[in-house]
Nanobody, 115 residues
Framework: QVQLVESGGGLVQAGGSLRLSCAAS????????MGWYRQIPGKQRELVAG???????NYADSVKGRFTISRDNAKNTVYLQMNSLKPEDTAVYYC?????????WGQGTQVTVSS
């Protein structure tokens, strides 16, 4: 069982920045992937960015060049630096932990970008 605690969401104006953090605890395995999905009400959850324990990253096309994902393996924490935010980035952001096809999820944090 892995528990994820997110922080860092909030309200920001378009063009601004936010940094999300997600700390994992519990039964952490060495070779895992962590990252972020987001969900707008009425729409499917979509992958924003992920990073493996070895540092390999992937991003949604819509956030490439604006968002940067990183992690601190010693702290079991993943970060999402979000710059040049747009109103369409408004969503609930969910941290995830993936190991051997099994997902654990955080509770979600609201990000609202005003125009």
């Amino acid at each position: 069982q892995v528990q994820l605690v997110e922080s860092g969401g909030g309200l920001v104006q378009a063009g601004g920045s936010l940094r999300l953090s997600c700390a994992a605890s519990g039964s952490i395995n060495s070779f895992n992937t962590m990252g972020w999905y987001r969900q707008i009400p009425g729409k499917q959850r979509e992958l924003v960015a992920g990073i493996s324990s070895g540092g390999t990253t992937n991003y949604a096309d819509s956030v490439k060049g604006r968002f940067t994902i990183s992690r601190d393996n010693a702290k079991n924490t993943v970060y999402l630096q979000m710059n040049s935010l747009k109103p369409e980035d408004t969503a609930v952001y969910y941290c995830y932990y993936l190991w051997r096809g099994l997902y654990s999820w955080g509770q979600g944090t609201q990000v609202t970008v005003s125009s």
